[in-house]
């Protein structure tokens, strides 16, 4: 799969179709959604930075990370954000039977994101889900966890924790090799889709703008990483393109 360098994380050149085909015919991949506060903060810590390269797949999640990789390689790449990937691969994962699993978020969210699925997608197949406490990375990568998802052996796990402690448990699980599953860092892209949060118009994702929507939902929460994070990312992008530090790997 081809690679480009974005600040110091290499991002996969790809599109959403690629994707969903990949997951819903392969196994035992990890794939992390990265945008910019991800790449901000990747750049700023080397052990992170080493977690996210450890994925199969590294994807160009937002308009910034998207474009960034477009300006520089000239490759025309598209956003291959968290919602998108979600809802088209459960809805290409009908014909062939594609099972999922939900690891992370709460209950109440869950429920409601199963109830939606099954309205749009009656035949959908979810094996199941679990909601754990609050804990580290390593508690919630422990082998009671993994052991009922293995259990389970469905043929994704979306795992729901936030960044980037969801990458962490993914790398845990990962390297334990004990869950054969697709591990897809989906943060909580699933809240648009069970209804408990608003998702910003297209139109307003595709113009770059959505962070002004979420910013306004929950100013408290999202100033730091759309306020200061993205500044990062505009200052660090514009370091790489002067140094002309570029990147291209078939890993």
């Given at each position: ?12 050149e ?9 997951l ?13 506060n ?6 700023k ?27 520089i ?5 598209k ?17 062939s039977n ?9 209950k ?16 959908v ?17 422990s ?19 936030g ?10 699980f990962?390297m ?16 648009w ?31 730091k ?15 790489q ?11």
């Amino acid at each position: 799969m081809k690679k480009v360098k974005i600040l110091k994380t290499n991002i996969n050149e790809i599109t959403l179709e690629e994707v969903t085909n990949t997951l819903t015919s392969s196994k035992s991949l990890t794939v992390a959604v990265c945008n910019a506060n991800s790449l901000v903060r990747a750049y700023k810590d080397e052990l992170l930075n080493k977690v996210i390269e450890s994925f199969d797949m590294r994807l160009p999640d937002g308009f910034p990370v998207a474009k960034a990789s477009s300006l520089i390689y000239r490759n025309n790449q598209k956003r291959v954000d968290g919602y998108k990937l979600f809802t088209e691969t459960v809805k290409k994962g009908i014909n062939s039977n594609t099972s999922h699993y939900f690891y992370g978020n709460s209950k109440d969210v869950i429920d409601k994101l199963i109830s939606e699925l099954i309205k749009k997608h009656p035949s959908v197949n979810i094996s199941g889900f679990l909601c754990p406490p609050v804990g580290t990375a390593e508690e919630l990568s422990s082998e009671y966890y993994e052991k009922i998802i293995s259990e389970a052996n469905p043929d994704i796990v979306w795992v729901s924790l936030g960044f980037p402690k969801q990458e962490n448990v993914i790398k845990n699980f990962s390297m334990s090799k004990k869950i054969s599953s697709n591990l897809v860092g989906i943060g909580f892209a699933i809240e648009w889709v069970a209804g408990t949060k608003v998702k910003a118009p297209e139109l307003l994702a595709n113009m770059g703008l959505e962070w002004v929507f979420r910013l306004i939902q929950e100013p408290k929460r999202l100033y730091k990483r759309y306020l200061i994070d993205n500044s990062l990312f505009i200052t660090y992008f514009l370091k790489q393109v002067l140094l002309n530090d570029k990147k291209v790997s078939a890993e």
